[in-house]
Structures are given as C-alpha cells and as structure tokens.
C-alpha cells in the first residue's frame, strides 16, 4: 500500500498533526508533504488535491481522502489498538474525538496552533470556558482509567486532542493539576515532538495566525 499525507504547515495546522500522529503510532510507512497555507495559489493547490479544498489529504494508491477523521478511521481499519478494545470504552472515544473535531469553536479560533508561541496575554471568556469545558471533560475520563491516556493506552482520541494539549501550553490557559499532567504526557510523546521539531525549524509564518492574542 502507498500512502502520502498532505499537511499544512507544522507549526499551525492542527488538523494535520492528527492524523499525521494516527498514522505514526498505527507504524503505517507514509511520505508527507507540506503545501504552505494562505500563500498566493494555496487553495488551487488544496483544491487540486480533493473538493474538500483542505489540508490534510491521504493519497491511498492514488485516491484522495481528506479529512482528519476520516483518515484515522482509515488508519483505524488497517491496523487494531488504535481505538480502546473494550466496546463501551470505543463508543465513548470517537463520541469524544466527534466532540473535537466539531466543536469547541472558540478555543480553536481565539487559541489557534502556534507551537512557536508562548503568552500569558488574557484570552475571550468563551475561550476560557471552551479550555474549562475541555478540563472537565479530560478529568472525568481520567479519573475513570488508569492513563495517562484518556482510556488508559493512546488512542485517536488523544490525537484529537493533542493540538488542543498544545494551545494550554502556548496560551497559558488555566487547567487542574491532573489535565496539566495529561498535557505533559501529550507533548513529551516522542512522535509529537518530531513533529514540533519540524515546527521550530519551518520559516513559513501566517502573519494571521500570529497576530492572534498578541
Ligand atoms: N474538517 C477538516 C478541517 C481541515 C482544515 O480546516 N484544514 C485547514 C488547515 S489546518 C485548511 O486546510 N485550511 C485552508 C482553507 O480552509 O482554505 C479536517 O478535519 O481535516
């Protein structure tokens, strides 16, 4: 099987880094490639790719799949574990994956994935309430497991939610000493610090997103 992952920048697209994280722990071999976001001709190039006109984008033996969570539910058929076995455990994580990739608006706009970035600068109210709802909801799920994933060993869950884990850290957002631990956890993973290390040497900036909260 060949498989390529299209991604946005490394240093912004939250989007990418999830599936690109499933398809690391899934040990599936894939190439990547990054097309710079919002330069002159990007979404032609997005575009060319699927109708979806976004990044990320699978190529599987030449077809084109978009969408992060769809790729992981690829991911997810090729190869077992990456969804917890027990079936309770396996509902209540793509509920929670589904809660992420749809919502959560406000975080993701008035937070957006900055790797590079660190402020304490006060962020919007719905924005704090976004990061206590995200708090509350980690808590309760590893209060219940032994971790220090969200069930116990990593799942497509903890992908979703390691952009996320990234933005308390770079907005200094308020969370428990528990979430605080499962952020660490999150970002000390070897495959995301690969990641990140590729966004610390990009030269790529979205003058956009950097503006944010500054
Ligand atoms: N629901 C999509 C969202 C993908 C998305 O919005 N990706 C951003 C990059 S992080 C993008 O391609 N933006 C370019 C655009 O919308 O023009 C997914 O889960 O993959």
């Not at 002159?40 to 060319?48: I, S, T």
């Not at 495959?191 to 909260?213: G, S």
Request: with cysteine; hydrophobic share 40%; charged share 30%.
């Amino acid at each position: 099987m060949s498989l390529k992952l299209y991604i946005g920048n490394y240093n912004y697209s939250s989007w990418s880094l999830r599936p690109w994280l499933v398809l690391r722990k899934a040990e599936l071999p894939f190439e990547e490639e990054v097309i710079d976001l919002d330069v002159p001709g990007f979404k032609d190039k997005l575009l060319a790719l699927s109708d979806a006109g976004t990044v990320p984008v699978l190529e599987i033996n030449g077809d084109m799949l978009p969408d992060s969570l769809a790729i992981s539910e690829f991911c997810a058929k090729a190869v077992p574990n990456l969804w917890p076995k027990d079936a309770a455990d396996k509902a209540e994580a793509i509920r929670v994956t589904k809660l992420m990739h749809e919502g959560f608006e406000a975080i993701r706009r008035e937070a957006p994935m900055n790797l590079r970035r660190r402020t304490s600068k006060p962020v919007p109210q719905e924005c704090l309430d976004d990061a206590a709802e995200m708090v509350a909801l980690w808590d309760e799920l590893l209060s219940r497991h032994d971790g220090p994933f969200l069930f116990n060993d990593w799942s497509i869950a903890d992908a979703f939610y390691t952009p996320a884990a990234t933005r308390f850290a770079s907005y200094d957002l308020p969370r428990t000493a528990r979430s605080d631990t499962y952020i660490s956890e999150l970002m000390s993973d070897a495959d995301f610090q690969d990641w990140e290390a590729n966004a610390f040497i990009e030269t790529h900036i979205l003058p956009d997103t950097d503006k944010v909260n500054q």
